[in-house]
DNA sequence: GCTTTCTTTGCAAACGTGTGCATGCGTGAT
DNA sequence: ATCACGCATGCACACGTTTGCAAAGAAAGC
């Protein structure tokens, strides 16, 4: 008990057995007798001895962990994706790495080198807002590592890809504007260098289209989705002649930066304006009046990703040129900012 | 470019060097000529080749990996602290590996043993609801691996700490109330194995003591802060003979199904009901009426934890002995639902 | 009793990197 | 010419595990 790392060469000694019929023992080996293997589970159980994987890993070129690089953990989307993923991996016996961009492309890049570094089984990505060379990704494409990206995915760079229906999105929630009555419908999204903001754009573009409203470059807004652009933006719509009178939101946190905007201007909601959010957080029920919000099934969407991730480690899929593409419906949640009754 | 992993010794042969050489080179070893230093690194640059931090754990009996070992990653406090986290330790080279224990025991325990086995630098842990046993976080401190609780502490187990000021958070919050004119104060909160709400029920407890107000154990609840479990809670509550004029709430999750629950049955919050929560989620002060809670600051508690780890490793301050304990204040955010007047 | 077969175990090499020690080379002093 | 010395590099082993192959012993068939 004075040691501070013991090895199957210390619990072998212990039995005078030599470490080959150790590591067989503890690894259920057909070859080992049940007496011996019991002998060696026996002593392992009371002492100290640990399984290192790291040794391991050196040996069978094979890894136990999986690398996730997100842009920013807390955000609830980000989050909850996250513990979908740490939950269905723990199911099959792997573990996480975890790594956040801070949506910075520089930063993204070096931490995809330390995770290759660190011979991780495989990548789950959710790109950084401004990321539009994807070639650092590519190492692990050609080292036959595992790639999946999801919700934040490459334009038309060859990998695998779990995404939600921003599209659908989009089009659901601008329509669904239309329908109440809306003409003069606000976009405030984030950066179009990121997919799912030019999904959501296209959907809002042929939505209004389907409804002969033509688009107003006045009314269009994109950048990054914090609470204080969202109040910029919506001083900028709400000084315009013809004050908008539905807001299609980048995020919830958006959505209740204009609302709050919108109070204070004394403007009544939904009566004088309805506003749509997206990804339906827990913020969304709760304000008063709630906001209509885009439901994304993060935990599902995260589900998703890391079954494919282990599909693609067990090689459960035929690794040849096959190319999947996931995508997860969404749901529009209309609550009280968008419709007079509900 | 046809090779699935490069190593040192496939640059070395391409340079005609030994891997030795090639290794002290990209190490800056001052025994190596910069000229073969630069014609390494400029290899390196142009090739596949990526540092196999694997094979370096091995040799060196280091790593630089620290594991992470929360309740939930998705609940506001933690994803916080899990972000501070990350940040820092990625400054200091560090990555982060990061599991979940769903607030299992069973599974705590089985993570902490996959976590040794990837020979972490160290661990930062908060413990599910429900431990009391915490054997099985001595394997660290015996292998003289650091060992950092926060949050969720043992109870009287030698270790490091960085708590929140539970015990102060819970007396602030409980005095507000009563100086608010409560008397009958309900206290709906986390299970008493856990330090958290042990502390906070001990502040509690003070500050009624101070005004001379006795404690009612009908007005005392200790479960899972679901929601549903709030709402129970609050039913049982409301129904007694004197309905109560204060909730004090082990979280906002809770304070917010009281709130609610309250609301249908017409009592006024908070000229007939005041509520105060904990944690500061956002959701608090987005509620109609906002809703006073106990500010943990979060972030910088898990920087606090990261860093002390940090020191941990590098200085290896003597970790037998001088036990480390910070206590990170708090700060009671006052809102409508307490005040008459904010 | 001898050979064959099966069961159980040990030997040694390998994974990729880091490092103590030895080696070789060039330079300058004696 | 010899020696000492500093500099740059190579050799070989170690980290802990897994695994192909050899081998020893027992059981079984002739």
């Known amino acids: 008990m004075k040691k501070l790392s013991y090895t199957i060469k210390d619990i072998a000694v212990e039995l005078g057995l030599s470490h080959s019929t150790v590591s067989r023992a503890l690894n259920n080996h057909p070859h080992i007798s049940q007496q011996t293997k019991d002998r060696v589970k026996e002593l392992v159980e009371k002492s100290d001895y640990r399984h290192n994987a790291v040794a391991a890993s050196l040996r069978n070129s094979k890894s136990k962990m999986v690398g996730l690089l997100v842009p920013r953990i807390s955000m609830y989307f980000q989050s909850t994706v996250i513990t979908a993923i740490q939950n269905k991996l723990h199911e099959h016996g792997y573990n996480l790495m975890v790594c956040q961009s801070n949506d910075s492309p520089e930063i993204e890049k070096e931490l995809v080198n330390e995770l290759f570094s660190s011979r991780i089984a495989g990548l789950i990505v959710s790109t950084t807002l401004y990321t539009t060379d994807f070639s650092h990704f590519d190492i692990f494409q050609r080292a036959n590592i595992p790639l999946v990206f999801y919700d934040r995915v490459p334009k038309s760079h060859p990998a695998h890809k779990v995404l939600g229906d921003d599209y659908q999105g989009g089009y659901l929630s601008t329509k669904h504007l239309l329908e109440q009555g809306c003409r003069h419908i606000a976009h405030i999204s984030g950066p179009l260098t990121c997919s799912i903001y ?48 539905g807001v299609f939101a980048g995020n919830d946190t958006t959505a209740i930066g204009v609302m709050q905007h919108a109070k204070q201007l004394g403007i009544a909601i939904p009566s004088q304006l309805k506003i749509v959010g997206y990804s339906n957080d827990p913020r969304a029920e709760i304000i008063e009046p709630s906001i209509t919000s885009v439901e994304q099934f993060p935990y599902e969407m995260g589900e998703q990703a890391a079954i494919l991730m282990l599909d693609l480690i067990m090689d459960k899929i035929s690794p040849g040129r096959n190319l999947i593409s996931l995508t997860t419906p969404i749901e529009l949640v209309k609550r009280q900012s968008s419709c007079l009754q509900v």
Do not use: C, T
């Open 198 to 245: 030019r999904h959501r754009y296209a959907g809002y573009q042929d939505a209004l289209a389907e409804f002969d409203v033509p688009l107003d470059p006045a009314l269009v807004h994109f950048q990054e989705l914090s609470k204080e652009n969202a109040i910029k933006a919506s001083e900028a719509v709400f000084a315009l002649p013809v004050r908008p009178d």
